[in-house]
């Protein structure tokens, strides 16, 4: 019988002991988010996470821009944000105008505020081996997300689809620190299903409904990040869940599978950065 990773039930707990631990603090934990542009998804996006963070007592402060803003103006914005000791994460929602540089964005973040965990600095501690100070959102939500579910991971074959910096890339380096055996595809990689075929676990995270039945093996542990609506409008993911999850041992569904846990996990960030500011001031 196939088991369902559901991520909604593990939000609630998380952030239930996240309330209680916050209400112990002396101060709020502050995370500051810069919301360029009027992209619906982004605007929902923000909306959901400072929703979450004032649900459990983390004061959420949106700052929108128009999508005319410089990128000056922008980087400014930011360096301003890290002085600032009543800040202690920092979030900026991408997608980004063409004109603005996501990279300068991102490496204008102060390492100890990247509660994304983007900055080259975390990312190069990522895959150093050692520990940066937040694992990025998705991938540290899946792991919560296996954990929770007792799923070892030491010596099974993880196969991962998509190789983006914000899911594939961190997750590989997050899956070989627990002594998994990694791979990971892409739009260039050749047949494919010979390589889902071996997966033990088998993560995609891509945007596409791309992983049927005949490509995985009985047993196998799939985990859906890809989230995207079909043609009539329904909210899809990249796994044919109907159909997988006849074989699967367990399945993350979209929605209510990861999609709950990535901004879980944003929570747990911008508190562990408080509580290494507060030592940090201290």
Known sequence: ???ILDGKKLREKILSDLKTKIEGFNKKPSLA??????????QIYVYNKKKTAEKIGINSNVINYP??????????????????????AIL???????????????NMISPQKDVDGF????FGKLFSGEKPFVYPCTPKGILLLLDEYNIELEGKHVVIVGRSNIVGKPLFQMMLNRNATVTICHSHTKNL?????????????VGENI????????????????????????????????NVSKIASYISPVPGGVGPMTITSLM???VELFEISNKRLK
């Open 193 to 205: 299903s010979d390589i889902t075929k071996t997966a033990d676990v088998l993560v995609s995270a």
């Open 67 to 88: 999508a005319t803003v410089t990128e000056d103006e922008l980087l400014e914005k930011i360096h301003e944000l890290n002085r600032d000791e009543n800040v202690d």
């Open 211 to 242: 992983i049927e039945e005949k490509m995985l093996k009985p047993g196998c542990i799939v985990v859906d990040v890809g989230i995207f609506k079909d043609a009539a409008g329904r909210t899809r993911g990249d796994v044919d869940f109907e």
């Open 268 to 270: 747990l960030n911008t």
């Open 119 to 122: 900055t080259p600095y975390n």
């Open 1 to 3: 019988m196939t088991t």
């Open 92 to 106: 900026v929602q991408l997608p980004l105008p063409e004109h603005i540089s996501k990279e300068k964005v991102i």
């Open 33 to 42: 988010v810069i919301l360029v542009g009027n992209n619906p998804a982004s």
